[in-house]
């Protein structure tokens, strides 16, 4: 199933959903103007179709004590498949990388990195991210404030 094949419900389903994905489904029903089993038949194949990937909790990171953003430009020394392949799966397991991006630019990564502070991050940068796979050369941009975030 494609975007294509969705029709007005199934979109207003997804809009509905990606604003409270707490919803009940006779609240989404009454949303959206069906009744509640067509609109449970309908989430569920948006589901199994892979539309709706999942429901979380958005977390305030600030007030856990993670309000220190950096993204870093990552440029690699190697991008065989294999070499990009290691960086991805090591990339993985650093804890303080949130998003990794690979790029079509004039380097190969942004990862958004979010730690308690610029020391925490400096110790994240110089003890994991640099250790990478194929790591050629980084380049560090802080946040000074996030105007808007769609999490």
């Known amino acids: 199933m494609t975007m294509d094949d969705l029709d007005r419900v ?9 604003r409270d994905g ?3 489904m006779a609240d989404l029903a009454e949303k959206v103007g069906l009744s509640k089993t067509p609109v449970q038949a ?19 990171r600030a007030k ?9 430009q990552v440029k690699l020394s190697d991008t065989t498949s294999a070499a990009l392949d290691a960086f991805n799966k090591a990339a993985l397991a650093v804890r303080e990388i949130e998003q990794c991006h690979m790029m ?5 990564y942004l990862l958004k990195v979010r730690t308690t502070d610029i020391a925490a991050y ?8 640099a250790a990478l796979p194929h790591v050629a050369q980084t380049s560090t941009f802080v946040v000074m404030e996030t105007v808007r975030d769609r999490a």
Do not use: T
């Open 64 to 72: 856990m004590g993670e309000g220190h953003i950096a993204f870093v």
């Open 104 to 108: 079509a630019a004039s380097f190969d």
């Open 122 to 129: 400096r110790r994240a940068l110089g003890e994991k991210i």
């Open 22 to 24: 707490r919803l009940s």
């Open 42 to 60: 309908r989430v569920r194949r948006l589901e199994r179709d892979g539309f709706i990937k999942g429901y979380q909790a958005v977390i305030d």
């Open 10 to 18: 199934d979109r207003n389903i997804i809009a509905a959903l990606g």
